[in-house]
Antibody, heavy 119, light 110 residues
Framework: EVQLLESGGDLVLPGGSLRLSCAASGYTFSSYAMSWVRQAPGVGLEWVSAIGGSGEPTYYADSVRGRFTISRDNSRNTLYLQLNSLRAEDTAVYYC????????????WGQGTLVTVSS | QSALTQPPSASGSPGQSVTISCTGTSSDVGGYSYVSWYQQHPGKAPKLMISEVTKRPSGVPHRFSGSKSGNTASLTVSGLQAEDEADYYCSSYAGSNNLVFGGGTKLTVL
């Protein structure tokens, strides 16, 4: 069974940093691109970033480019998202998802991890 | 990139059909056959229901179907069941390695 499990969400001060992790199991992790998608409270979904199966290429939404960094460790079957210079508007549940931005689909999602940016 | 436009709500009685629209532009929905639909129950992760406009992943009931005309994509749920009550989101590839989502539609089964 394919499973994705996020962790690392927390309450952080504006301007702070955080690293999210997503542990994958049940499939050959390196064979698939991965993305991070976030959902602010009571709001819709927003694609954040994507990474190829080998670790390249990487892509970012305009709203996070230059502040967030996506990476993966295929030896550990783990996806990461480094969040820097956090703002209140980054407050959201962050989901990792398996799939391809260029084909527009994500067929497996984690349960999400909550990031709250507040003073 | 701007979000795709979905009606905030839709409803139907059990057994009826309901269609949810998703309107974009020629730069996203109209320009690519890469529209997907997701179902999200409260407090749960989204679930892929339709990919590439019309493709239904394994395990998704045949009651769910997708289509597209011009800059508008649609999700039709036939034979509505109580468990179909959820939020539904469309997404589309928007070129230049960008993906855009709709604002979501809350489907109520009356």
């Amino acid at each position: 069974e394919v499973q994705l499990l996020e962790s690392g969400g927390d309450l952080v001060l504006p301007g702070g940093s955080l690293r999210l992790s997503c542990a994958a199991s049940g499939y050959t992790f390196s064979s698939y691109a991965m993305s991070w998608v976030r959902q602010a409270p009571g709001v819709g979904l927003e694609w954040v970033s994507a990474i190829g199966g080998s670790g390249e290429p990487t892509y970012y939404a305009d709203s996070v480019r230059g502040r967030f960094t996506i990476s993966r460790d295929n030896s550990r079957n783990t996806l990461y998202l480094q969040l820097n210079s956090l703002r209140a508007e980054d407050t959201a549940v962050y989901y990792c998802a398996r799939g391809y931005v260029s084909s527009g689909w994500f067929d497996c999602w984690g349960q999400g991890t909550l990031v709250t940016v507040s003073s | 990139q701007s979000a795709l436009t979905q009606p905030p709500s839709a409803s139907g009685s059990p057994g009826q059909s309901v269609t949810i629209s998703c309107t974009g532009t020629s730069s996203d929905v109209g320009g690519y056959s890469y529209v997907s639909w997701y179902q999200q129950h409260p407090g749960k992760a989204p679930k892929l229901m339709i990919s590439e406009v019309t493709k239904r992943p394994s395990g998704v009931p045949h009651r769910f179907s997708g289509s597209k005309s011009g800059n508008t994509a649609s999700l039709t749920v036939s034979g509505l069941q109580a468990e179909d009550e959820a939020d539904y989101y469309c997404s589309s590839y928007a070129g230049s390695n960008n993906l855009v989502f709709g604002g979501g539609t809350k489907l109520t089964v009356l």
